[in-house]
């Protein structure tokens, strides 16, 4: 994470997806920079904002997928329109706003992070990730 967001072009591209929430904005003021989803996926697997990375249209279209979800839970949020549960909010990172929103999202489902069997009719392997790490990640990110 740190590695990527030292990238020259990473404030720009994030700020031009948090305005527009589109993977596929760009702005001319950018035109050195590839736009968000393309950039933070060419800086990890290659190193370079502007590189290419393997299976980027899939990962792309994953990446809105997901997103779409956090989008809406954030929106109703906002609202303050989550629909009320009848249980406890899951502590993901301790910040009850974004574990909020995560949950509104299902975002543990939808990006099937805890899939342990994978999908060998679609040559998917299980996932090496975990919603634990994911989590973990994002603390990171909050004060």
Not at 54 to 75: K, N, P, Q, S
């Amino acid at each position: 994470m740190a590695q990527v967001q030292t990238k020259a072009c990473f404030s720009t591209a994030l700020e031009e997806y948090l305005t527009n929430k589109n993977s596929d904005a760009h702005h001319e003021a950018s035109a050195d920079c590839k736009n968000f989803a393309v950039g933070i996926g060419g800086a990890v697997n290659n190193g370079g904002w502007n590189s290419h990375a393997h299976g980027e249209e899939g990962r792309i279209g994953r990446f809105d997928t997901l997103m779409e979800g956090v989008w809406t839970a954030l929106a109703n949020y906002e609202a303050k329109t989550i629909p009320a549960k009848d249980y406890v909010v899951p502590t993901c990172t301790g910040n009850l706003a974004v574990d909020t929103i995560l949950d509104a999202s299902d975002l543990e489902t939808v990006a099937k992070i805890n899939d342990l069997m994978g999908d060998e009719m679609l040559g998917k392997d299980p996932s090496v990730y975990t919603w634990a790490g994911l989590c973990d990640a994002l603390k990171e990110f909050i004060d």
